[in-house]
């Protein structure tokens, strides 16, 4: 006879056990899933590594265009639109680079919470790298709502 209480599904063949990968990262604790914490914390700033180069290349350019020969031609939307870009752009390489520099001053012991804090912030980052790109395209091309006579 099972020890297991009722409604439960320990013991039982078949029954799924719940797998620590599964969990939210707000679950986690410190003092009992620290080797899951520490997985995902360092496999959140390996992804980062990957992010940041291509959002300070993505800046980089966006620091040469006004000085592109048909910058001085972009009407009203179009330097809007670039300076939204460029916006976006800073603020999706601080998005990226605060987790990591965080990483580096915190305390050992609020990993959960800096995991959970370092998830948003790769999430606010890879919004702003989003708006970077659509406003950026928007001051290149030609946006429909441009008036015609510059």
Known sequence: MDDAPPGS????????????????????RDDVDRKEVRQRYYGLLQELRVLLPGVQVL????????????????????RTAFAVSMCSAMAATVAFVAPIAFHRVAHR??????????????????????????????????????????
């Open 59 to 78: 800046l980089a350019f966006l620091f040469t265009v006004p000085f592109a020969s048909h910058f001085d031609e972009l009407d009203r939307v179009g």
């Open 9 to 28: 599904t320990a013991g039982r063949r078949g029954a799924p056990e719940e797998d620590p990968h599964d969990r939210s990262a707000k679950d986690l």
């Open 109 to 150: 012991r609020s990993r959960s919470a800096r995991l959970v804090w370092a998830i948003r912030m790769e999430a606010t980052g890879l919004l702003f790298m989003a708006c970077t790109a659509s406003w950026g395209s928007c001051s290149a091309t030609s946006p429909p709502w441009s008036s015609p006579g510059r």
